[in-house]
């Protein structure tokens, strides 16, 4: 397989368009983010982690636009030269470097160096588990404090293509994402989907930064943000039922990246997740294969009917 033109670090944020930001704004306080700058014209929300924003909302006419992603300013250099562009200044809050591209689909890829970092912010924690035989939890008790989940960072998103070769093909050989695990219905020669990571080498990486599915249409499938913990995950389902939210899918456990998750609808209708305990892959785990056929979860409910995720 050729080199790939740079090896983005992680996937940064997913990029909305809403026409009202502040509902959008309300919600997300729900789900456990915190507002990072406002502007005129958009929202940037951030997690408890350094990132300066994990979530963008422009507004406008509802729909999903894009992703940032994170890379070295050396790769932005070598990106730009090669696609023909150019490293530009960032105008948006967070700043730093940018090159701005488009995917097959013509979603906005913005590739980011030297963005500014926040401070993480203060987490309420819980005391240890007493689990199994490790129950280092003597003379205190558990007590989880009530309130949204804290939302860490973004974590992946599941898109929607006509071509999985050519979608999956482009973030591999233009951003450097490696396949984790292909899904295919009859045979492995003919995935349907793909779960694809940051090649970071010796250093652990979410299992999917991306899942392309191919099926039939490009659109969104959902985007998912890591919390805390387990109880962070749980917690915070409360003040989203509260809030009149639309609980989608879970919890479970998925197969494919282990997550435990949780997903919901935000206000435009998309679907979002919260997720906890990932599994981690250094670049040299080998891509697997599996059948659709063997099912999606360990444990947990099977996914709704319209399969909007
Ligand atoms: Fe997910």
């Known amino acids: 397989m050729p080199s790939p033109i740079i090896k983005v670090r992680d996937i940064a944020f997913p990029r909305y368009q809403a026409p009202d930001l502040d509902e ?5 306080h729900t789900f456990g983010m915190v507002t990072s700058e406002r502007t005129e014209d958009a ?15 422009h507004r406008g006419p509802a729909a999903f636009l894009g992703f940032g992603f994170f890379a070295s300013s050396t790769d932005l250099e070598v990106l ?5 562009t150019t490293v530009e200044k960032s105008t ?6 940018v090159v701005h591209l488009t995917d097959p689909d013509g979603r906005t890829i ?25 129950r280092p939890r003597v003379d205190v008790l558990q007590r989880v404090a009530p309130g949204p989940s804290q939302v860490r960072r973004f974590g992946h998103s599941a898109i929607k293509t006509t071509s999985l070769a050519t979608l999956a093909g482009w973030y591999a050989n233009t951003l450097g994402l490696i396949t984790s695990d292909d899904m295919y219905f009859e045979s492995p020669e003919s995935p349907m989907g793909r779960f694809m ?4 080498g010796d250093s652990p990486a979410d299992h999917h930064s991306l899942l392309v599915l191919e099926t039939g249409e490009v659109r969104l499938g959902h985007c998912a943000w890591e919390v ?4 962070d995950l749980m917690g915070g389902r409360e003040p989203l039922f509260a809030s009149g939210a639309r609980h989608y899918w879970g919890v479970g456990r998925h197969i494919l990246g282990g997550q435990v998750f949780d997903y919901w609808k935000d206000p435009l209708g998309f679907t979002i997740e919260h997720f906890t305990d990932t599994d981690l892959l250094t670049a040299d785990v080998a891509p697997a294969a599996s059948s659709v056929f063997d099912g999606i979860n360990q444990w947990g409910p099977n996914p709704p009917d319209d399969l909007d995720f």
């Open 24 to 28: 959008m704004e309300t919600f997300l």
């Open 43 to 57: 929202l940037y929300m951030r997690g408890t982690g350094s990132n300066h924003h994990v979530h963008v909302t």
């Open 80 to 84: 730009a030269q090669a696609m023909g």
């Open 92 to 97: 948006e809050p967070g700043g730093g470097d």
């Open 110 to 134: 913005d590739v980011f160096a030297n963005m500014d970092q926040v401070a993480p912010l203060p987490l309420r924690a819980h005391a240890p588990l007493n689990v199994g035989a490790d």
């Open 197 to 200: 990571r940051c090649d970071v």
């Open 228 to 231: 805390e913990d387990f109880d």
